[in-house]
């Protein structure tokens, strides 16, 4: 078969209705007879035992036609997805400001949203934990801490010649979806309920509300056809949209929406979690690490939501490209009374990232060598520096080859000295650069969530309808899947409708997460397409008299010995032969295993590499910057879809600068969120991108595992190649090569003046 689609850029498959704004998205859904529209009541402190909740004036008000408490939930009020303990509504104790405590329904968004301000609320406020540090001082933990030991890191340390201790923080992010979390419950005979969620997981939204609703997942369909973004930050908390829409539906008889604002969105939902991280890391004159101690304390929230499996993330890319021969790490899951933080685009990945590079770049200026020739000092290599801190084998490093060409391609030792130069003469504006690599783990570290099913469809026409478990929130999984597909039955993409993600259709799904969608999805589909080229190509070679080896599938046509025959031709003609023309499609990941109590095993199926050269200039008198110019170099193996993967290198690099730049999330004393809105909370705009902007894809450098096409997952990995911006920074503000400012995360103009002035 000659490939026809695959490898292919080809747009969006939605791209033609984002810009004529003719995209539906669940908001955009025609809305049934009767809606009514939710909004929630949210707590004002922090910590507090709610003694009583006054709801007269809400019932009262105009519009209003119920009001919905954790005494309506005739399930479990609770919607944890690993441990039972993030309620829906608060009852007798609220945990962070923000929380919610009731949902009204009213017949209008607007008098949904007035009533909901209207309750009174008698509360015995209590002492607050608010941050990670204080939390681990007093031995708050969501979960208890993990402790990583590979090696003798006491006697390593012990005996380096060269120590450096260190304590840096590096904040949060909020999702900032353009589309916020919404969901519409629309009651259906015998008890029946269907539910449009903007959901990366409608599984887990139907499974929390049939143990909300006492209903069975048979009376529940959970229906995604597209999200305006998620970033995580729709994996596991869009459950609660959906459950309180559902809880709604249930009391009112009515169908019912739920659709967040912009600021209760950003107040009620959880974020990246923010990192306190100390280090002791011992190195030789070279810069090679000898041993080296994490303490990583992360702001959970109240909750544990996601938290286990981020911060293990985090545990698991705290080398990043880097061999550890010694090491011990400490990961502390700390208790907060600030919302309940959760999945965000890298999965703990970055903060482990950011902490090695922190490292590095400490390790470098101590000995006043260039940070790029430290990094190549602890790269992976080798049959003899090949193993992680975790037991896994890694057996395709390229780190050293990206690094190669990035350097030669971006005049990266040119540039450096030039810099040095302008730094000479310039006392107010600094220039820095800086290269970071990548090396990031693709797979669920939960291994039983490596798996993926797929539904296809064949008409007799020769067109396809392709449902699979994945969800598209912008990413181009669609495109991807379709151009497989496309490829398994030769023809055009064209032919190929992929329908909303349905747990009517393809059950028991995974969340699209973890960068595994196209790698999972597609060759669950893969397998389904295959099963019946397979049943047409028997036919073929039974109504033909040929051999099935003499039959090939491609530009739209079936090639059988010396005849052409048209695909829609003999998929006509199987059908009126009673061939089946409609296949399922199971994949699961192979090779993965891990067992968590020891931490070991091979939690990730493969590697995703790549690197990044950024250059900056800070105003030294205001803290303010600018990115120059970024040269980036991506491992995506055999993309699927160029045009696709490129974009998603460029908006995962954007985003990562936005978290370490400009991205600031903010409590006050009270617990209380400042940063709930645009006009205080900074996400990159287009003025923020370099003007000098250079993304490539690396080229001959096919996957070694046999994923779908040689293809590498491209989701998660860009995100940290924003780390050379950080730490380009960072060089910029340093007085000299040996000097280590203490800059924090994100280096807002505050904190590079921080850094700066340490006295101020």
Known sequence: MVASAVGKALPHDSAHLHVSGTAAYTDDLPEPRGLLHLAVGMSAVAHARLRAVDLTNVLDADGVVAVCTAEDIPGDNNYGSIVRDDPV?????????????????????????????LARYDVEELEAILDPHEAVRRSSFVLPSVTLVRGDHDESLEHAPHLVRRRVHVGGQDQFYLEGQIAMAVPQEDGALLVYSSTQHPDEVQRMIAHATCREAKDIVVICRRMGGAFGGKE???ALIGVIAAIAADKTGRPCKLRLDRDDDMLMTGKRHDFVIDYDVGFDDTGRIVGVNFELASRCGMSADLSGPVNDRAMFHCDNAYFLENVRIVSHRCKTNTVSNTAFRGFGGPLGM????????DIARRLGKDPCEVRRRNFYGGDERN???????VEDDIADELFDRLLASSDYAKRRKEIRRFNENSRVLKKGIAITPVKFGI????????????????YRDGT???????????????IKVAQVVADEFGIGVDRIRTTAADTSKVPNASATAATSGSDMNGKAAQKAAAKIRKRLTAFAAKEYGVSEAEIDFRSGKVYIAERIVEFAALVQAAWANRISLSATGFYRTPKIHYDRDSFSGRPFYYFAWGAAVTEVVVDVLTGEHRVLRADILHDCGDSLNPAVDLGQVEGGYVQGVGWLTTEELWWNDRGELGTHSPSTYKIPTCSDLPPDFRVELAQNMANREKTIYRSKAVGEPPLMLALSAFFAIRDAIAKSDVDMPLLVAPATPENVLRALEPDL
């Open 354 to 361: 950011y902490a090695i590079e922190y490292v590095i770049d």
């Open 464 to 478: 396809v309808q392709l449902n699979h478990g994945g969800t598209e929130m912008g990413q181009g999984l669609y």
């Open 236 to 238: 596991s908390q869009a």
């Open 89 to 117: 509504f608060a009852d007798a104790l609220v945990q962070y400001a923000g929380q919610p405590v009731f949902a009204v329904a009213a017949e209008t968004v607007d008098a949904a949203r007035r009533a909901a301000r």
């Open 387 to 393: 193993v992680t801190h975790y037991e896994q084998v």
């Open 443 to 458: 797979s669920f570290t939960s291994t039983l969530l490596n798996q993926a099913g797929a539904l296809v469809h064949v």
